[in-house]
């Protein structure tokens, strides 16, 4: 199906991907990086799903989330009558479970179930038995680790599925429940499916009830900040770029690469956003995990690592999933987690800074953290670096990295100056004029008024529009209005921005891909900030429509196939169309600070 087709619900430990079609295509347990026991979405369901749907032909669905929940509802209308699933993984005592219930509405609906279970990623048949013990039981499947039992109506072999065909009629409640545990343990007693939906949607509705979202937009920002939430993971706080691997940025090429992994700059930004609407709790759980993660020696310090703060992320090609309509190679693992990337740090310590804005206090370690990192940046920021976009090509001196340099001295001394920490402020400050001579010197281009997107050319890239963002300008500087004009001159695509020029060959790989769904909407602020408010709007309503209909985002949009592209839901695509959102609300327009 397309990408869009396809709807989240999440535990905050992990999460699965439902279809229209009602089968589940696409989950990893018990977290987002395990391997996967349904892989359909990268290949055919040889690869594993469960399906949960209406026999009839004619059957037709319409679907939402239960109000600011994860809980997913699917309504299913057939000539017959209706029904209604509902999708879930429970809140409270994590257990890995995934509660799927059906609920007659009118007349008498048959439906039909088919569980494929494909342990590591589709390369491991289970072992499949009856629960002991009385009826009803359960269907227990065991390979290696794992171990799952899936309780509800009798599921009967059918050559390597399962199957269960069932009748609801009007007023009467089938309920289906899948859990996850360490195949050496007792499976764990059954969920009770009504306190675990009471549970969960109270949860959630708690959560999302801590943020007063008004203006424009706030539905989809309410249910951004939803999505961003279900991407953190309870225990650790790792945040998740994305909750897939390997949906393609250009179908049927090679750019298909694992997000289930958290990435400082990611994850520092979702912070951001999260802060400015009220989440203050996030910022020490992420502190935390990233005190553990790049604990030890700074120059040892990654641009990604696991949900626990995991380093070794060794990037693998697997034959077991074919990928998604074709895309391979499927990768698991990122190579990208060895790179130098220089900005990192910057975002990093402007999520911070923006931490202590907030009134949140450094804790024991905290500014020790910060100020190992920033020791780090003051012997390496002069290297070239592969920047944002990872590239694989040959490392550049990227100026949206030196850039981020800036701001990661700039938030250093500041800390010094406004808040009394301790630290070689005027080092700092020395850096960061160094920092910004070198941008301004080698990182702009006279000839066409514009920052570019390396030292030495005149080419421009997307994340230029970051700029204003950090402080590093006002978004009305005739050199930022200079390089919106070259973006726009250069990277536009029927209305959208490119990342950059993959032509170029950069980044080392074949060209082509779509236009970046968080640089339309970094677009969006900039037009804002800079007093274009109606091409702000015009473009914000555009992207707007490039939702699922459940409000979901994922990495690209093919506008021509009108239709999403690349991993989802994406925290970068939605981190950033919330803050597009607050600068079009905003009487200031994001002024640097």
């Known amino acids: 199906m397309p990408i869009e087709d396809y709807a ?8 699965a991907l439902v279809g229209r079609d009602g089968s589940i295509d696409w989950l990893c347990l018990p977290r987002y990086d395990s391997a996967s026991m349904f892989g359909a979405i990268l290949g055919t369901e040889e690869q594993g799903r469960w399906l949960l749907a209406p026999t009839h032909a004619r059957a037709e669905s319409t679907r939402r989330y239960d109000g600011d929940s994860m809980i997913l509802i699917t309504n299913w209308v057939t000539p017959d009558g209706e029904v209604e699933v509902v999708d879930l993984m429970p809140q409270g005592d994590h257990r890995a479970d995934v509660i799927r219930r059906v609920r007659g509405i009118r007349g008498r609906v048959e439906m039909h179930e088919e569980l494929r279970i494909r342990f590591g990623y589709a390369d491991a048949l289970p072992w499949v038995r009856k629960e002991k013990g009385d009826a009803p039981r359960g269907l227990l499947a065991v390979s290696g680790p794992d171990a799952i039992i899936v309780r509800g109506p009798e599921l009967k072999a059918d050559g390597r599925k399962h199957v269960a065909d069932f009748t609801v009629e009007e ?3 089938v309920d289906i429940r899948l859990t996850w545990f360490a195949s050496h ?19 959630w509705s708690d959560w999302a009830a801590r943020t007063h979202q008004s203006g424009d937009y706030s539905e989809q920002v309410i249910r951004s900040l939803v999505l961003l939430r279900a991407l953190t993971h309870n225990e650790t706080g790792g945040i998740v770029a994305a909750a897939t691997t ?3 940025e250009s179908f049927g090429g090679p750019r298909n690469w694992d997000y289930r992994y958290v990435w400082l700059r990611d994850a520092s930004l979702t912070i951001s956003v999260l802060l400015s609407h009220g989440y203050h709790d996030v910022v020490n759980h992420w502190r935390q995990w990233m005190l553990r993660a790049v604990a030890g020696d700074p120059h040892d310090v990654q641009i990604m690592y696991g949900l626990s703060g995991e380093r070794d992320l060794l990037e693998r090609e697997l034959t077991s999933l074919p990928g998604y309509q074709g ?3 499927v990768r698991v693992g990122n190579a990208a987690a060895k790179q130098f990337q220089a900005d990192v740090i910057g975002e990093t310590m ?6 202590r804005r907030a009134g949140i206090k450094e804790t024991e370690f905290s500014w020790s953290l910060q100020r190992a990192l920033v020791g780090f940046l003051e012997t390496e920021w002069e290297k070239p670096d592969q920047g944002i976009w990872e590239i694989r090509g040959e490392p550049r001196h990227f100026t949206h990295s030196r850039v981020m340099v800036w701001a990661a001295f700039d938030r250093a001394a500041r800390a010094v100056r406004e808040y009394g920490l301790k630290g070689p402020v005027e080092k700092w400050e020395e850096l960061r004029e160094k920092a910004r001579q070198s941008v301004e010197e080698k990182g702009f281009s006279t000839k066409r008024n514009s920052y570019t997107q ?13 700029l204003p963002q950090v402080g590093y300008c006002a978004p009305d500087d005739p050199r930022m209005l200079g390089t919106v004009a070259a973006i726009e001159e250069d990277l536009i695509r029927d209305g959208l921005p490119l990342r950059y020029l993959t032509e170029k060959n950069i980044d080392g790989l ?12 970094w677009l969006v602020e900039q037009y804002a900030g800079s007093g274009r408010v109606a091409d702000a709007r015009a473009l914000m309503d555009r992207l707007m429509s490039f939702a699922n209909d459940v409000g979901m985002f994922s990495e690209e949009y093919d506008v021509e196939g009108k239709r999403q592209v690349g991993n989802t839901p994406q925290a970068l695509s939605h981190l950033a169309m919330v803050r597009a959102a607050d600068a079009i609300n905003s009487g200031n327009h994001n002024r640097p600070r």
């Open 8 to 15: 989240l619900i999440s535990d905050c430990y992990t999460g």
């Open 327 to 329: 895309s391979s190679p």
């Open 171 to 173: 007023g009467e409640t």
């Open 454 to 466: 390396y030292f030495g050319t005149t080419q421009v890239d997307a994340s230029l529009l970051q």
């Open 185 to 203: 343990k007792e499976p764990p007693p059954p969920l009770s499916v009504d306190d675990a939906i009471t549970t969960t949607r109270q949860w």
């Open 510 to 521: 074949p060209p082509g891909e779509h236009p970046f769904l968080a640089c339309a909407f």
């Open 350 to 355: 402007v999520a911070l800074h923006e931490a």
């Open 246 to 248: 390997s949906l393609p």
